[in-house]
């Protein structure tokens, strides 16, 4: 073969590879994408096939033969993936059953294997003279006709689509109709129709059309943004088709250099010269057409985020969202609205839901170029496009605050035509996030503007009541207050009385009195002794209130004073049939410098609760435990009662306050073991299961 055409297969092979791969690889769901990855592949198959039978002709035309026959098999898929891509872009241009698919495929399959393994569609290739010919076989006409007619189909649904097609999307079709028809017309009339006729000319360069089809291709697809790739996608397609352009001028020059010189270190200096000098060529003739566009989307938008946040109206918003689509981007137009069931604000433009907001419910932004592609929304996708017509929008964002559509903002096609790319159309999506929070501030802002005045009225009202009722209620508060203190005060000189006449009467008269009598008399001895306990908590309680309380840190051993308190309460708890339990763990001996009394007060509250909901034969067990430093110890109290419920955890140690089972005391214990811990820079926890007892913890440091 001559270099020139074996040349001409190369680069047609390589372009094809790329283009087809990348197409693919975009949306390998997508039919669109599959069949013009099918047209690709049997576009390269049916090219080097064609190659090597001619590289075959004259001297082995048996081997010729068998590769021309593949060939007449690769080339049925030619019409019938060129077919397949028109009834599927942008949608399906007839609604034909699924058989016919079926039975089309299948023809179509059929067709192929009778042209590549049997002598039905190319009998046999002889030579006269110079010129390689064909004698046909039976199927031949038939398949023709099958070419013919899968090529006109692909033409009407071609024609169908430019004609409900408007704007770029016809720009785009219209390139790509043209690419493929020239090369499918130019390899039928080499290859199929005119050798009925006897003419037998560029069948080897009849590959030469497919340069049509990748020219066409790659301009919709590079410069119309056809299949909407990615900027890195084109700029990657871009290189390596200059690359592989200019390895190829390499190679040719190579070739051509040798004849001029034997010298083959100057021939390759040469062919790298020319190949460099043409890639840098091409880099100037194929400029980077979005990297300067996408920048400048960029840094506008980024302008117009910053401003976001000041907008305090809806005028002040769309002025911004103006002169930042229409005057900065060149945009035809914009519109802001807001959707809502309720009453709207004055001078906010109100949009009704309808499909297009349940559309960007599901999918945030439509575009009107994809819709007619989208078959996620079935039939209501015409209705969607039509919507967003209505509003003279290319463009339509949904705003949300929170997952919720408030609003939407389209936008206009742009002045120039120019199609909104990938990117651009993710970074406008991205900021209309912001957009969406600052038409809320808004709305919030216009629906209370209304309200304010008559609200702060109302609040000027109310808060006036409440100071007053606050200053009330701490004047209560205060005479409380004052009243408990002043009441425990009368009551505990006479109850200290009272206690020593007890007293008196139990040792001075013990053997001039009957038994009833005395132990009527210490009975009522343990009464006045409550009462005087509670009365000196109450007491205790105010002055800790008041701050009056000292700390008075003293060093003992805490083992054996738990240990000796614990034992003073199991003389207590064995009238009632309870156990008290004492653990120590490793703990043999543990001086701690704290406030002695207080400790023993916080200790005897603790166990005389677990004595009152314990029952015959539970058991109070008292646990000490430190970290490894000593520097901070725990002191635990559980008991085998009903438990405290959650609900209760928090109120028990608050002043007056008690657990809803139990109401007989009036809620001062537990406050003031944890106003005591807070003294001694400590704490006091609780954990209990509902039915299976609690357990006090309290913690201190050591020193």
């Not at 070739?255 to 100057?266: I, Q």
């Not at 051993?557 to 049939?577: H, Y």
């Not at 677990?610 to 000490?624: E, M, N, Q």
């Not at 009903?642 to 657990?659: A, N």
Request: charged share 20%; net charge positive; proline share 2%.
């Amino acid at each position: 073969m001559p270099i020139h055409i074996t040349i001409i297969y190369a680069v047609s092979a390589i372009f094809m590879a790329l283009i087809g791969l990348v197409v693919f690889v975009k949306d390998w769901k997508g039919w669109i994408n599959r069949s013009f990855l099918i047209f690709s592949i049997s576009i390269i198959l049916w090219m080097w096939l064609l190659y090597y039978g001619y590289s075959n002709v004259p001297d082995r035309l048996d081997i010729a033969l068998i590769l021309f026959r593949y060939s007449f098999g690769a080339s049925v898929f030619l019409p019938y993936s060129l077919a397949l891509f028109f009834y599927f872009f942008p949608k399906k241009s007839f609604n034909f059953p699924s058989w016919v698919g079926v039975l089309f495929t299948g023809l179509t399959l059929a067709l192929a294997f009778a042209a590549a393994f049997t002598p039905l569609v190319e009998e046999a290739a002889y030579m006269d003279g110079e010129i390689q010919k064909d004698v046909f076989g039976p199927l031949y006409t038939y398949y023709l006709y099958y070419c013919l007619f899968v090529f006109l189909f692909a033409v009407v649904c071609s024609i169908k689509n430019l004609i409900q097609m408007k704007g770029q999307d016809r720009t785009r079709l219209v390139y790509v109709s043209i690419g493929f028809f020239l090369f499918i017309l130019g390899a039928m009339m080499t290859n199929v129709i005119l050798p009925i006729f006897g003419i037998f000319i560029l069948q080897a360069e009849t590959v030469t059309f497919s340069l049509f089809f990748f020219i066409a291709a790659f301009y919709s697809i590079y410069k119309q943004r056809f299949f909407n790739l990615s900027f890195l996608v084109l700029q990657f397609l871009r290189e390596l088709i200059l690359l592989a352009v200019a390895l190829l001028v390499l190679v040719v020059s190579y070739e051509l250099l040798k004849y001029v010189t034997d010298d083959r270190y100057v021939v390759a200096i040469l062919a790298s010269l020319f190949a460099f000098a043409f890639y840098r060529l091409g880099n100037n003739y194929i400029p980077y057409f979005y990297s300067q566009r996408f920048s400048h989307l960029r840094k506008v938008l980024q302008e117009m985020n910053g401003k976001l946040f000041r907008c305090k109206t809806y005028e002040e918003l769309n002025d911004l969202l103006e002169s930042t689509f229409i005057e900065k981007l060149s945009f035809w137009n914009c519109h802001l609205y807001m959707i809502t069931k309720k009453d709207i604000p004055d001078g906010i433009p109100l949009y009704l839901e309808d499909e297009l907001t349940l559309y960007l419910k599901k999918h945030r932004t439509a575009v009107l170029d994809e819709l007619r592609g989208d078959t996620s929304f079935g039939k209501k996708i015409v209705m969607v496009a039509q919507k967003l017509q209505t509003l003279q929008g290319h463009l339509c964002f949904g705003l949300f605050f929170e997952n919720t559509l408030i609003g939407l903002f389209s936008v206009g096609s742009k002045l120039n035509r120019q199609m909104v790319s990938a990117e651009e159309l993710q970074e406008m999506t991205q900021v209309m996030k912001d957009v969406g929070i600052s038409f809320m501030n808004i709305i919030v802002n216009e629906n209370l503007r209304e309200e304010n005045d008559v609200m702060k009225q109302i609040i000027d009202q109310k808060t006036q009541i409440l100071r007053k009722n606050n200053t009330k209620l701490h004047e209560m508060i205060k005479q409380q207050d004052s009243f408990i203190s002043l009441t425990a005060h009368e009551f505990r000189t006479p109850l200290t009385v009272a206690m020593l006449g007890m007293e008196q009467i139990s040792k001075i008269h013990k053997g001039h009195i009957s038994n009833e009598v005395v132990r009527d008399v210490q009975t009522s001895y343990r009464q006045l002794n409550r009462l005087t306990t509670l009365i000196n908590r109450l007491l205790e309680m105010r002055r800790l209130e008041d701050n009056k309380v000292p700390v008075l840190k003293e060093k003992f051993e805490l083992i054996s004073f738990t240990k000796m308190l614990v034992n003073n309460m199991q003389l207590l708890a064995s009238k009632d049939g309870v156990h008290m339990s004492f653990d120590g763990g490793d703990i043999k001996k543990l001086l701690v410098t704290t406030d002695q009394m207080k400790i023993q007060e916080v200790l005897e509250n603790l166990m005389q609760n677990a004595l009152k909901f314990s029952k015959k034969d539970d058991v109070i067990r008292v646990t000490v435990a430190c970290d490894k430093k000593r520097e901070h110890v725990s002191i635990s109290v559980a008991d085998q009662g009903p438990g405290v419920p959650k609900q209760d955890h928090k109120i028990i140690f608050e002043k007056f306050r008690q657990g809803s089972r139990y109401s007989r005391g009036i809620g001062v214990g537990l406050y003031l073991c944890k106003q005591y811990l807070n003294l001694l820079k400590g704490d006091i926890s609780l954990k209990s299961v509902d039915g299976k007892g609690s357990t006090f913890t309290i913690t201190f440091p050591t020193k």
